[in-house]
């Protein structure tokens, strides 16, 4: 098992609908290839987390790389993990829309969100710095 985590940036021309039908694809691709996953988005930001066989989990993230709709793509962590996170998602996602939400309405968002995974059970690096990226995404301007 592999897990992988990056945050990028979304092309302005990158639409809310265009995110969907994006996140729709990725889904099946995921099912078909034993990914799992979870894809966060606030203010044109992506935070990503993927898990897998690491060969299906590197083949993706090259083509995630080599994706035009979005840009200042970051490589968080990659490393071996004994267990799913998000085992039961092919890819759990969930938009934070655009400001406007006060920190504690996010927070319980993101708790809410978590929750049904493994998430909070486990400390590992990819977790740690998932975490730590999903705060940064939602609290910075």
């Known amino acids: 098992m592999h897990s ?3 945050r ?3 092309n302005e021309s990158f639409t809310i609908p265009e995110i969907y039908g994006m996140l729709s694809n990725a889904k099946d691709y995921n099912a078909e290839h034993g990914i799992t996953g979870c894809l966060l988005y606030h203010n044109s930001q992506f935070l990503q987390l993927l898990e897998g066989e690491e060969g299906e989990v590197l083949k993706l993230f090259q083509k995630i790389t080599m994706d035009k709709r979005h840009h200042d793509i970051l490589l968080i962590e990659s490393e071996y993990s004994n267990t ?4 039961e998602w092919s890819m759990a996602f969930h938009d934070y829309g655009q400001n406007g939400l006060s920190a504690n309405l996010k927070l319980n968002q993101i708790d809410a969100f978590l929750k049904q995974s493994d998430a909070f059970n486990r400390k590992s690096a990819p977790v740690l710095k998932f975490f730590s990226a999903v705060k940064d995404i939602l609290f910075s301007n």
């Open 8 to 10: 990028s940036a979304a």
């Open 4 to 6: 992988l985590v990056y």
């Open 84 to 87: 799913r996170l998000f085992g």
